[in-house]
């Protein structure tokens, strides 16, 4: 069994900044790329940010300059740093990875979820 458990979400005022990280655990052979969704209020999901093993990053649009991937591969973690906040940026922040159980073939594994506010 594969779990990735978020945490670090919170309520923060504009131009304010929270740091999300998602830990991968379980019979793991090895994290491909990992990365951050968003769902804000009644929108469908976006993606916000990957990194692969390698290190590579990718950005949408409007949170470049702002937001930082980033990954720790011997603790299988992947972080966000999300600085200058926006009102925008208000929705449930879901981590992702690309694994390969032990054993098994590669998935898609998400986490829970966690909820990033930002007031005006």
């Known amino acids: 069994q594969v779990r990735l458990v978020g945490s670090g979400g919170g309520s923060v005022q504009a131009g304010g900044s929270l740091r999300l990280s998602c830990a991968a655990s379980?019979?793991?052979?090895?994290?491909?790329?990992m990365g951050w969704y968003r769902q804000p209020p009644g929108k469908q999901r976006e993606l916000v940010a990957t990194v692969t093993r390698g290190g590579t990053t990718n950005y949408v649009d409007s949170v470049k300059g702002r937001f930082t991937i980033s990954r720790d591969n011997a603790k299988n973690t992947v972080y966000l740093q999300m600085n200058s906040l926006k009102p925008e940026d208000t929705a449930v922040y879901y981590c992702y990875a690309d694994v390969w159980p032990t054993g098994w073939p590669t998935g898609d594994y998400w986490g829970q979820g966690t909820q990033v506010t930002v007031s005006s």
């Open positions: 379980g019979s793991i052979y090895r994290v491909n790329a």
